[in-house]
């Protein structure tokens, strides 16, 4: 499959597995899954038509890993972004005790002021190194990454959660866990 198709793939599956199932006919399971075999007839339905080598490949090869297929490639889920009320079934666990966060510089502000927040989503996501937090930041104009000391936001209690391709995953960043990187990174 050329880079074009697996990118439309990739963000059609992202629209409708993280935040309107319901517009092609799907409910998301706990977890987040949805039958592969109810995905491809949906997708077909609505006009976006598939096969399952293509949607096999858009798995493997989505640089950002966004999607899993179950133990028995039967079921397919986001691994995380979901603007959806749906319980992803994450567990708890402990983070390195740095992780960082890239956004562009016109939120850098308020991200100082009021720390992260999780918006519209079910989580802030956080990344495990400088250079992917950077290229995050970049997406939304002049890249800022800010350090976060996860390591003290756990020891103080607040919960993260790690998805099945390596995003840590937590409710809110407050302002006094946040230390703004500078071009050197770490």
């Known amino acids: 499959m050329d880079?074009?198709?697996?990118?439309?793939i990739s963000k059609y599956l992202s629209k409708h597995l993280r935040h309107q199932p319901e517009r092609i006919g799907l409910a998301l399971a706990p977890g987040g899954w949805v039958g592969v075999d109810d995905l491809l007839a949906?997708?077909?339905?609505h006009g976006m038509r598939l096969s399952r080598a293509e949607?096999?490949?858009?798995?493997a090869r989505n640089n950002k890993q966004r999607f899993s297929l179950d133990e028995t490639r039967t079921r397919l889920r986001a691994?995380?972004?979901?603007?959806?009320?749906?319980?992803?079934?994450?567990e708890p666990a402990t983070p390195p005790d740095v992780l960082y966060h890239g956004t562009g510089h016109r939120t850098a502000d308020l991200?100082?002021?009021e720390g992260l927040r999780r918006m519209s989503r079910h989580h802030v996501h956080l990344s495990r190194d400088v250079e992917t937090a950077r290229r995050v930041g970049a997406r939304h104009g002049r890249p800022v990454?800010?350090?976060?000391?996860?390591?003290?936001m756990h020891r103080a209690g607040l919960v993260f959660y790690c998805s099945a391709n390596g995003v840590w995953l937590?409710?809110?960043?407050?302002?006094?866990?946040?230390?703004?990187?500078?071009?050197?990174?770490a």
Request: glycine share 8%; aromatic share 4%; net charge negative.
């Open 170 to 185: 937590t409710e809110h960043v407050p302002p006094q866990y946040l230390r703004e990187e500078t071009d050197g990174g």
């Open 3 to 8: 880079e074009m198709r697996l990118v439309k």
């Open 111 to 113: 991200i100082r002021r």
């Open 145 to 152: 990454v800010f350090a976060v000391d996860a390591g003290a």
């Open 42 to 45: 949906a997708c077909a339905a």
């Open 79 to 90: 691994n995380q972004g979901h603007s959806v009320d749906v319980d992803l079934e994450l």
């Open 55 to 59: 949607l096999d490949e858009v798995v």
